[in-house]
């Protein structure tokens, strides 16, 4: 198989990294299918291959968006290998687990923390403000669906293609390229951004609103979400709780 | 059950949205966000997937799979919402909040239902690394194409069950109309919720610690 198409392979398996997930070695089924194409590329006999294909199925988790650069970094390291390709390697296991561990919580911060909730709330302010003239639910959902999926994706296919490039030609030197992106920085740039878009959106949504007295209603449930929240009440609590506040306010006559 | 095949064909759409989750990507088409509009496309009402989807997302926006705790599952309350809303032609605000109470409770349930997959698949994966090393190439490929299919399958027949019971009971309630003050406090909700979800996203960009972003990961981890 060609290096490129063997590289394009193991990119479009990365995408399967969770499906056998399980809770004994969580992503390590995976990590095994995704590696193949790329272990395949490395000039050892049958017998090796398969050692090598046994040795990827030990423990790994990380953030499925940077398990490519790891595969990469694995990739590498086994390449530049000499001798004894069929023992085990332990300073590549500790490697291994220890970039599994950092990308995991630096992808929890960046990625789940920060980049999925701007993307959604920029896609939703656009949506909003776009079909405002029309009133249009069709054009709304548009906005949301396609503005969402595209900006989060943008990012994400790039991260997950860059990266297995960058750590397959780099090996474990592709942490200084990582670093390089700054991405803690970014995040905090992002969550800045995020909080003047939901200003505005927070502006725009009351400013709809027909009725003082209602006003006065969504003010406070706005406070007391934020209240709770920092209180770390659950969504679940807070979804029945304004629907209790609701109830209170139509059995009380407020309009 | 064969009678109304639309809850097959909507749980099959269901089940390849899901499929997102830890099947293949995950892409974000099950976002709320995302798959709101979605189904309701395929259920031919947009506007109850946007409203839907739209305060699921904000009041939610903080779940993540941080590490190996399983989630609430949105986008089952999201799907079986907008799946029993637009059982019903021309669905009011107060409705759509109806269908929406009643599937959030069902969150807890899909995680339950994804815990057991797990460890089913744990299983599973003992037997994978077994084989002997000659078809090592081959169960892998196998495993990865029977594990989509048993996530698919799994999810499909929970989503059958849940949109068909749900829905005869919802047929049921429609047959009696909310009294007024139900049906204005459900609508008064329509308004708030989405003022608290924007409450709850606030809080989320305005905490800066990252260990605090994750208090709601109210689902089940390894016992």
């Known amino acids: ?38 272990l395949g590329q490395l000039d050892h006999s049958k017998t090796a291959f398969r050692k090598l294909l046994r040795r990827q199925l030990l423990f790994f988790n990380t953030h499925p968006y940077f398990a490519p650069i790891v595969m990469g970094v694995v990739y590498a ?20 687990d220890s970039m599994g561990g950092a990308f995991g919580a630096v992808g929890d911060h960046v990625i789940w923390g920060t980049w999925r909730p701007f993307a959604a709330v920029v896609a939703l302010s656009t949506g909003i403000l776009v079909a405002e003239p029309s009133r249009s639910w069709q054009v709304c959902a548009q906005w949301w669906v396609a503005g969402f999926l595209c900006m989060f994706n943008a990012v994400h296919l790039w991260l997950r293609w860059r990266g297995l490039q960058k750590a397959v030609q780099e090996g474990p030197g592709v942490v200084r390229w990582v670093e390089s992106l700054h991405l803690q920085g970014w995040a905090a740039q992002l969550r800045r951004m995020g909080l003047f878009l939901l200003a505005v959106l927070v502006l725009v949504y009351l400013g709809r609103s027909s009725s003082s007295n209602l006003l006065l209603w969504m003010v406070g449930v706005l406070l007391g979400a934020i209240v709770l929240k920092r209180w770390s009440l659950s969504g679940f609590a807070i979804f029945y709780l304004v629907i209790a506040v609701a109830m209170a306010l139509s059995s009380f006559g407020v309009r | 059950m064969t009678e109304n095949p639309l809850f097959w064909r909507a ?9 997102d989750i830890t099947g293949c990507g995950p892409w974000m088409v099950s976002q709320p966000l995302a798959a709101g509009p979605l189904f309701g496309w395929v259920m031919g009402q947009v506007k109850v997937g946007v409203v839907i989807g739209g305060i699921v997302q904000l009041i939610w926006m903080d779940i993540s799979p941080v590490g190996v705790g399983i989630p609430f599952d949105v986008t089952a309350v999201t799907l079986l919402a907008v799946y029993w809303a637009s059982l019903q032609p021309d669905c009011s605000l107060a409705h759509m909040m109806l269908a929406l109470a009643a599937a959030v409770p069902l969150g807890y349930l899909f995680c339950a239902m994804d815990s057991y997959a797990r460890r089913l698949n744990t299983v599973a994966v003992r037997r994978l690394e077994d084989v002997p090393d000659a078809y090592l190439s081959l169960s892998l490929n196998l495993g990865i194409l029977g594990g989509l299919a048993w996530s698919w399958i799994r999810y499909v027949i929970f989503f059958a069950l849940l949109m068909w019971g749900g829905g005869e009971l919802w047929e049921w309630a429609l047959r009696h109309p909310l009294p007024p003050w139900v049906d204005v406090g459900l609508t008064y909700a329509a308004i708030l919720l989405p003022v608290a979800g924007l409450g709850v996203a606030l809080e989320l960009f305005l905490t800066e610690d990252p260990e605090r972003r994750y208090p709601s990961l109210q689902g089940f981890k390894k016992r």
Not at chain 1, 6 to 11: M, N, R, V
Not at chain 1, 77 to 96: I, M, N, P, W
Not at chain 2, 11 to 19: D, E, K, N, P, R
Request: charged content about 20%.
């Open chain 1, 1 to 38: 198989m060609n290096p490129f198409v063997a590289l394009c392979h193991t990119y479009a398996r990365s995408f399967f990294l969770q499906t056998l997930w399980n809770f004994e070695r969580l992503q390590n089924v995976g990590f095994a299918f995704s590696m193949a194409p790329l």
């Open chain 1, 77 to 96: 390291k086994e390449k530049a290998r000499t001798g004894g390709v069929e023992d085990e390697d332990q300073t590549l296991t500790v490697l291994k």
């Open chain 2, 11 to 19: 749980a099959m759409w269901a089940g390849l949205i899901s499929l």
